[in-house]
């Protein structure tokens, strides 16, 4: 796969995109490469089905559920709260012959409890784990391949960080050059510089957590980022997603309004993906 790379420009700075969002429809993104050692592993050991977990808008449960049907792997999703048969995101899942099984909030804290998962295997059988949102071993290995070739290109990297995973494996990155910063999309994630630390594979430390710009937590938004968007859309026909990239670009172009560059530094964002979220999004916030 050569990565493609748009060049924009604001406020006298330019920056280059990696779109990984141009990436095969649906399994594009950052979930590919996460994804990408698991279905490995999974066929490897002889496993004939993923289970994994996540929430009713998950990118995580979108990418595996699309990822099984396209390897022939049997999928299982286990859901965070009720089913709901209006939702574009469950659908699609549903579509791609995922198995659902959707549990209460209180019982899906247990997700991580080897009973729990015991109890899970009784029912569905052998099956190759993935935890909530993806990130394991597999999955920073498979983020050391996204800036194949672009290793010592840029003075900054940004990237989306949920759980961390993509940003791990960003960060151990054979030989990488530049200062990765990653911009945090959730709330309340103290823990997170140190979870990120055990996760990478090297002893980079030229890396760091930006938390300004996650405007309230995890899918919260204001009239600003979603005009930001809009303009951001119609300037440079690039459309960013509304939970992960949205908050990049956003947090960008806010650097760039305070001066945190100076003239000339090579800038490169990653956009992550995750565009099949906006009919999660319509539905969730403008038709309810
Ligand atoms: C899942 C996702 C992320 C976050 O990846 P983590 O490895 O969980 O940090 C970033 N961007 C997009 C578009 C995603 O779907």
Same mark, same amino acid.
Not at 19 to 30: I, P, S, T, V
Not at 109 to 112: G, I, L, M, N, Q
Not at 186 to 191: A, H, P, R, S
Not at 201 to 205: A, E, G, K, L, T
């Given at each position: 796969m050569q990565p493609v790379i748009s060049q924009i420009k604001y406020n006298d700075h330019d920056i280059d995109i990696l779109? /990984? &969002? /141009? #990436?095969?429809? !649906?399994?594009? !993104?950052?979930k590919y490469y996460k994804l990408k050692y698991n279905i490995e592993e999974a066929k490897d050991l002889g496993c004939s089905t993923i289970l994994t977990f996540g929430g009713a808008f998950s990118n995580h449960i979108y990418a595996t559920a699309l990822a099984g049907k396209l390897h022939g792997l049997k999928t299982i999703g286990i859901i965070r709260g009720e089913n709901d048969m209006h939702n574009p995101t469950i659908n699609f899942w549903r579509e791609n012959e995922m198995v659902l099984r959707f549990i209460s909030r209180e019982e899906y $804290?247990?997700? &991580?409890e080897p009973a729990f998962l015991n109890k899970l295997r009784d029912t569905f059988g052998k099956y190759y784990l993935i935890p909530e949102g993806g990130t394991n071993k597999a999955a920073i290995r498979g983020c050391t391949e996204i800036l194949s070739g672009l290793e010592? $290109?840029?003075d900054f990297i940004f990237c989306a960080v949920g759980t961390g995973g993509t940003l791990a494996g960003i960060i151990s990155t054979p030989n990488i050059k530049s200062k990765i910063i990653g911009v945090s999309v959730? $709330?309340? #994630? &103290? /823990?997170l510089t140190e979870k990120v630390t055990t996760l990478i594979?090297?002893?980079?430390?030229n890396w760091e957590i930006n938390f300004n710009y996650h405007l309230g937590g995890y899918a919260k938004y204001d009239q600003k980022l979603m005009e930001f968007i809009d303009q951001f859309k119609s300037n440079y026909s690039i459309l960013p997603d509304p939970v992960y990239t949205g908050k990049v670009f956003y947090a960008i172009f806010d650097l760039i309004d305070k001066n945190y560059f100076s003239p000339g530094k090579k800038i490169l964002a990653i956009h992550s993906g995750g565009l099949q979220g906006w009919d999660g999004w319509n539905y969730r916030f403008t038709n309810k």
């Open positions: 779109r /990984l &969002d /141009l #990436m095969h429809e !649906g399994f594009q !993104g950052n $804290k247990r997700k &991580d010592n $290109k840029y959730l $709330k309340g #994630m &103290d /823990l594979s090297n002893n980079n430390s």
